[in-house]
């Protein structure tokens, strides 16, 4: 069983750049695939140690609270980005990256990690702009779809 965590930022995530910095500082990690897929992380030897789904904005009032709890959903505010970080089970150098990775990201776009993340300060939301995409009354968009593009709606 994998262990998971989730960032959760208030500036858009760019994994690759995040995973480069990373890298840059002296992480042994091969990165491979992303958008639309997921960002894989590889040791030396080739083993897969982390999974990284892409960002998924999260609209929906209440959204952060019905998943993760009343408590965890108190240390954000307004509109997050999402984002899974999986390290591979039964790899303890797996679940460290897995860690830093997330706290990486935590520190450089704001938020928080989830579990064990509290922050100095709670994540306050920058106010998302029209993406273009038209909607129907309850957050849907035209086509009644709740989630879409990387979004979920309220």
């Known amino acids: ?46 083993r897969l140690l982390v999974t990284i789904e892409d960002p998924v904005l999260v609209l929906a009032p209440g959204e952060v609270e019905r998943l993760l709890g009343a408590e965890f959903a108190g240390r954000v505010t307004d509109t997050v980005w999402w984002v899974d970080v999986r390290a591979v089970a ?27 993340g509290a922050p100095e300060a709670p994540a306050k939301s920058w106010k998302a702009t029209g993406g273009g995409t038209q909607e129907s009354p309850g957050g849907a968009d035209a086509d009644g779809a709740a989630y879409s593009g990387g979004v979920i709606k309220g």
């Open 1 to 46: 069983m994998s262990s998971d965590l989730v960032v959760l930022a208030r500036r858009r995530p760019d994994v690759h750049a995040i995973v480069d910095g990373l890298i840059a500082l002296g992480e042994q990690v091969e990165m491979r695939g992303g958008e639309p897929r997921p960002t894989l992380l590889y040791d030396s030897s080739r």
């Open 90 to 116: 039964d790899i303890p150098e797996a679940e460290e990256l897995a860690r830093k990775v997330a706290e990486a990201f935590s520190h450089y776009l704001g938020g928080t990690v989830y579990p064990d």
